[in-house]
């Protein structure tokens, strides 16, 4: 037998397998894999890998290399729950590592990616092995393609010395009011959020049909994450409250909820470049409708979404659910819309795919899909087939809200929280301020940064030296809550700050009504607080919210110390330069509200551990609960009690609100390289 390597890059990153593979693998050739995928012969360092037996890849083989690669189609989704299976139950490392290289020459990319990461993420004997980061791996899926081609120009022509970071001239269209928002949705951090939450948060592996009782437990280790049918309404929820307050911010009305039985008035033409497997994403022209879709091994039917949407609606307003094998199971307070989550979304905790279906994943597949629903004109998918590249299509926005619908009638049918369940007795909010850099009192500010991004591992071709993308993105200034607090009760006390902000007006530009404005309140920090005796004044930095992650951290320039699995997990936040909205240049009226809610009912049972906490609120806790007893969106989550029409008259005197405004300066800051 021949020896096989894998080389060792300078970070430890590279997966990359040596042509020896391919003479002792054979069998792969008839696949169409003549060559090596990448040996990088440049490599530092060559490790010799242990060969152990070959895996049988079977079906996982029909999806092609060049194809390109969707969880929202079944079948895709059946075949990465297969590989992972394969990844998962390898008894080892170096039968993980062998089986790792042969997928990788012979598999599609992207589910390749997919499975391995999803699998590694979850394996406790691969937590300090590092695999290489998405955009790394695939800047074809946020980079545009005029960056794209100038890029590889760059890497071909000049040497490494002389080579300046590339821009591309924006291209926004004053004809379309949509591109106003193209800074949010384009926007790489906000993107890499998304395809990391899908990622911590699998649908499911393959069927458990077919697997043996410990295969089971292993896949519902994967899947059966704490609350995350919850956190999939909850983080979601967020994502098209923060959308509509970018919008507002505009000067456009808020995204309305697609009737998908109507025409798609918004079109989207992604610039994103050639992807790896030669394919670009699709085109979606304007006034297109779902239509079945009859494509190979993917089968659709409209009329399966009304089917399930009456179902799901049925069961909301019957407040229980009907489980496979027909028994009742109530929608509680408590777990109602944990198991709404995986039902609508659905994932395999779904407890009825048969009756309830497969609503969310099916409409991003109908839209993913809708500019040739038969396959005719031979065309792969759109972005809204892609967690990776969904959030800059519109109708993203759209089809969430129609989702986002579903869990308000829900919440709709909870009781109001009680002045028990809201009030801190003993406990008042006396004074809130903000205090932002260089800017009065109660203010944020942003204004526009540029940031270099090394993409060379990405392109596909032998270069040495960092390749730098400049990129432009929204930022803000950093500031302080002061948050004065009385205590006075008899003994210190432990409270749980909960920090949100929402436009003071609504779009016709009057006062909101509650029920309206309480769901336009983004989440901006929640923190466990210490409250002493008496009247104290206490300081929160912006950098320390545990809604977000650091710049550093969404682009992944990370410590060599730090393990790759905390940082695969740590990569699933919502990026920190866009935790404020733009705002306007005369200064954009919101409110923000800050309430401190009695610890002793928002602790779970356990410490939240040392890594990787930074950002909970939309992430969860990697192998912990979710940091927060409270249904998640507490206090905004459900119906106020009669008699409250307005934010003033829902406070209690441990709440308050404070107006302040968001200044957006036109000005570019320039910032240094990210790699
Ligand atoms: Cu995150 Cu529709 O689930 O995209």
Known sequence: HQPVFIAKGPKKTAFKVCEEYLKVNPRYKCLGVSHCNSFDKNAEELVEVKRTPIPSFDEILELKRDENFSLFIPKHRRLAGKLIDIFWNMPDLDHLLFTAMCARDCLNPYLFHYALTVAMLHRPDTKDMAVPTFVEFFPDKFVDAKALAELKDQAILISENSRKPIEVTEEVSDKEVEHRLMYFRE???????????????????????????????ATKKIVDKDRRGELFYYMHQQVIARYNYERLCNDLKKTKKLDWTKEIEEAYFPKLGTLKTGMSYAARVANQKFQDLDREEDKRYVDELKKWSDQIYAAIHHGSVIDERGCLISLTESKGIDILGNIIESSALSHNRTLYG????????????????DNRHLKSLGVMGDSAMAMRDPVFYRWHTYIDDMFQEYKATLPHYSESQLNYPGITVSAIEVQSHRSPNNTFSTFWQKTDLDLSKGLDFDTKGPI????????????????????????????????????????????????????????LDKFTIDLERGQKIYSREDHESTVTISFEKTFRKFQEEESSAEFNFCGCGWPHHMLIPKGTPEGFASQLFVMISNYEDDKVAEELGETCNDAGSYCGIKNKMYPDRRAMGYPFDRLPRNGVDTLQEFLTPNMRVQDVTIKFSDRIDIHGPVN
């Open 187 to 217: 926007d790489m951090g906000v993107n890499l959020h998304h395809w990391h939450w899908h990622l911590v948060y699998p649908h499911g592996t393959s069927d458990l049909e077919d697997k043996t009782e410990a295969q089971v437990e």
């Open 358 to 373: 497969d609503l969310h994943n099916t409409g991003h597949d109908f839209i993913g899909n809708i500019h040739d629903p």
């Open 468 to 523: 730098y993308w400049r990129f432009k993105h929204l930022q803000h200034q950093p500031f302080t809550y002061k948050i004065t607090v009385n205590n006075h009760s008899n003994s210190n006390k432990k409270g749980t700050c909960r920090i949100f902000l929402a436009p003071k007006y609504d779009e016709t530009g009057k006062p909101w009504s509650f029920r309206d404005q309480k769901i336009m309140f983004i989440e």
